[in-house]
């Protein structure tokens, strides 16, 4: 398995990966990713800004991230808690929009893709990976936390909605 920076035609096999994980989440029963987001719209301008990653196996996508490196306003104000970094610290990294192919969750991808943006963060001289998720989406819940993030506290995305926290010391 090889992660590089997406090009722009690996896109048309991102959507479907996108509407798996979105198909995923429904089942959960919570509404986080249910109106659309993320997009082609959004994955082509990840791309544009060089911020978005996809997972190759055998030649295949089989998943994306977005790794923002000059921070998330998200993440200024924390509360019910605060970050294992303190809560001014804006040496770190966000990975957003994760997505693994239905096919090859299990397979070590979280593993990898985990890894490989705490090595870019490190590399980079930060000292952490930050990441938020719904309350609910406890399949990520359990992958943050086997990879050794620490739930930190809620923060609020720019419409208001409430997201549990994490963030991982590299």
């Not at 798996?20 to 993320?38: F, K, V």
């Not at 994306?64 to 605060?82: C, K, M, Q, S």
């Not at 929009?97 to 070590?108: H, L, M, N, P, Q």
């Amino acid at each position: 398995m090889t992660i590089r920076k997406t090009k722009a035609g690996d896109i048309d096999a991102i959507v479907p990966i996108l509407d798996e994980a979105r198909r995923t989440i429904a089942a959960l029963g919570i509404n986080q990713w249910q109106d659309g987001y993320p997009n082609r719209e959004v994955i082509e301008e990840d791309v544009r800004l060089g911020q978005s990653y996809v997972l190759v196996k055998e030649g295949c996508v089989i998943g994306t991230f977005a790794l923002i490196t000059n921070g998330d306003p998200t993440y200024d104000v924390i509360e019910h808690g605060h970050w294992t970094t303190g809560d001014d610290n804006r040496n770190y990294n966000a990975v957003h929009r994760v997505a693994i192919a239905v096919a090859s969750r299990g397979s070590g991808a979280s593993t990898a893709m985990i890894g490989f943006a705490a090595d870019l963060t490190r590399m980079a001289g930060k000292t952490s990976v930050r990441i938020d998720t719904h309350e609910g989406n406890r399949v990520m819940r359990r992958m943050l936390e086997k990879h050794g993030f620490v739930h930190c506290g809620t923060i609020y995305l720019a419409n208001g909605d409430p997201r549990v926290a994490y963030e991982l010391t590299v």
